[in-house]
């Protein structure tokens, strides 16, 4: 299985040695040899993208007619969008969500929606690992991640409220790239908790990631080959290290070395106490929020709710708005001290969650590793290339400072070279 | 014309001394004695309403079944949600907005929804001024303003922007309550801008208003008669002074004395330039999210736009990202800056609006005094009793820090109590 690297089909798009139209009938072929198995998608319309593919002037917009899947915890107007869960199914939204309605309109085609966990929580999907078909692709953006990971897409729409789009990425040997908080519009997502539901992107390479960011968003973020010079790095294995497998340890150990080898100036880092701190406030705003985001489905639809999802809801909503409040003060205070740090590192390099992707299917896997940074609204990558000793991909993840996405992908562009060295 | 005091009759309604259903057949009859020539309602099904008045337990809850009206940009499941534009006329949203859920699990019965302005912009409604039916009310929440204004309810639930709960609120001579950012959840309501809509209350009274918060959200807010201490309160005129009339400057002058005399320490401030400097960024941020908020109604339903918010996002569009990212930073130095400010300030007082309510309905008004507190987050609140010469309400706003909004609606409160004696 070779993974569609949407950079270079753009580059080959937009220089006329391909066809939109030919680039979508690889992806309908690469679907119809591995769907079956990995079941990723949770909607297709190859015929409603073949239309699109043909018109004039496409392969000229920065995503020159590059098929992009999209999460279907995102309203789609042209395709049904049901959130993971059987209270909607066959929903229709009337609207495109910003970043499907920005991704068009930068000549992306929408070809599918892609998998979701239930409301983007915990309870495990019907999507495969193409790495490995026994394993968990990880969650809540199992989809998008398994038809990156399996060449069926060049780039995949995820979301992210703890681990979403990190831990997906790494358990299947691909980018996730988990912007900046909001830089990609969470509006027309299904919300689970608004101040932590992040928009991200999933692609091959880092440099995939940043080019299809750069494309939907008009920033200034297609970094190509570029890596950054000489960053000082700091590995950080937090308070929770112990939770992380041996051979995490050793990703991020080999991880540190090449980039070493590279230039990069690599040490060692204990968080401040106050950081440390914080991770236990994401819980208690994802949670409080939650109570509230299905204020409507747990009074009405209960019994369409997960049993993990009911019960969870069933302990959130007693969470006293105080207790939120003090939880969102500490995150705040943790954002101010995180800033302070980055002056004097340019990335953290952590692990991307306790190990691979575990076997079977009971759980998606862990986001301890990742909640700390979807509550500070860093941005952090998920970087591929490195793997267990019995060949499960083992992804490392790089956090880059509130705002400075690209800065954060150059280095995490040169952790990707350094490592697949 | 007399205003529904919704503490007062909550204490009624707890007390046994009333019904809900005979508070919801008062305002049956208000609203048959007074909608024809106010308009303040989009949808209303009081038979709806009467079943759910005569459930058993409904007077023990916080909100005792108080009749609430919603502003019809946020969605309700059982009444149509249009968002004021013809896009959506018999639109049925699935779901309850969070506020809405909120509101009936405290015991509120929505009666009907209250007419917003085209999505909360700034094209006229159909509604009137109850005070002066030749003139605006004012928008966007002009219903929800009319609707209590007229008597026809207790409480209405309004969303602001720039300054659209403050400004109709003043213009109606009622109470206008815009809660710190999202302490009153925006989900579920059309988004204008993610950055500045904010829910709000309209109330008869500071303490209404209060009262009602405190019972939707559970919070510590219920200030009763309770008035702030020895306030130190600031004039800020801002440097927009010359936009607000004489009859707007005099009203100001009036609250200072008259709350001075209640022993609150006032004193004229001239606003840091930074905070100053702020206020232009709100145009910016507003309109670069709004371009992406609306990028499915302008790309699939431009001509179901009115002009005005057509050509309105034509500009938007052309906002670049460095622009918006420019406006964001100096919306969060500015603060800092008024956080540091609340250090020495109990309160700022300032206009709700350039003067009273414009006559006609060419237009709704200006948010000019509202769009700077709405961009910083703070609690704001229209406290009404002053009138013009000529009869019409003049309103004051009283703006506090962030996160305070108990001691922002006490020394509105104080400035209520000292101008209505």
Redesign the interface.
């Known amino acids: 299985m070779s993974l569609l690297l949407a950079r270079d089909l753009a580059d080959a798009l937009h220089a006329g040695r391909t066809t939109p139209r030919a680039v979508l009938e690889d992806v309908a072929q690469a679907i119809a040899a591995r769907e079956s198995q990995v079941r990723a998608f949770a909607a297709l319309d190859l015929d409603r993208a073949r239309a699109a593919a043909d018109k004039a002037g496409l392969a000229a917009l920065p995503l020159a007619g590059l098929p992009v899947g999209v999460k279907d915890i995102i309203d789609t ?1 042209d395709l049904p969008t049901a959130y993971g869960s059987p209270l909607y199914a066959g ?1 229709r939204p ?3 969500a ?1 970043v499907v ?2 991704t068009r ?1 930068a000549g992306g085609l929408v070809v599918g929606k892609t998998v979701t966990t239930e409301f983007a929580f915990l309870k495990p999907s019907q999507t495969r690992n193409p790495r490995r078909l026994t394993h968990t692709p990880g969650g809540s953006s199992a989809g998008s991640a398994a038809a990156v990971a399996a060449g069926m897409l060049p780039v995949a729409i995820g979301t992210q409220t703890a681990g979403s789009v990190i831990r997906p990425a790494a358990f299947c040997g691909v980018t996730g790239y988990k912007p900046t908080f ?1 830089l990609l ?3 027309g997502m299904k ?1 689970f908790s ?2 932590l539901d992040t928009m991200g992107l999933i692609a091959a390479r880092v440099r995939d990631a940043a080019f299809a960011a750069a494309a939907i ?3 200034d973020l297609d970094i190509g080959d570029e890596t950054a010079e000489r960053p000082r790095i700091a590995i950080v294995r937090t308070a929770r290290a112990a939770q992380a497998s041996a051979q995490a340890h050793a990703a991020l150990d080999t991880a540190a070395r090449a980039a070493e080898a590279m230039g990069a100036r690599v040490f060692d880092l204990d968080l401040l106490q106050e950081l440390e701190a914080a991770d236990a406030a994401h819980a208690t705003i994802q949670d409080f ?1 939650a109570a ?2 299905f ?3 747990y ?2 639809d209960r019994d369409g709710l997960s049993p993990q999802l009911a019960a969870h809801l069933d302990a959130a909503r007693l969470i ?2 105080e207790t939120y ?1 003090l939880a969102r003060r500490t995150a705040k205070r943790a954002r101010q001290k995180l800033g302070d740090l980055f002056a004097e590192v340019d990335a953290l390099m952590t692990f991307a969650a306790p190990g691979a992707a575990p076997e079977g299917f009971a759980t998606t896997g862990s986001p301890v590793f990742c909640r700390l940074w979807t509550l500070l609204g860093c941005p952090a990558i998920a970087v591929a290339g490195l793997q267990t000793s019995d060949g499960l991909p083992m992804g490392v993840q790089l956090v880059g400072r509130f ?1 400075r996405d690209r800065q954060a992908l150059a280095v995490a562009n040169l952790v990707e070279h350094a490592i697949s060295r």
Chains 1, 2 share one sequence.
């Open positions: 107007r929903h009337r609207n495109d910003p309605a920005m309109r909001r519009p969470t509006l919300t608004w101040h968003t008009g920033r929020e509230l985001a204020a409507d489905e009074e009405y006293a708005p409040d705002g």
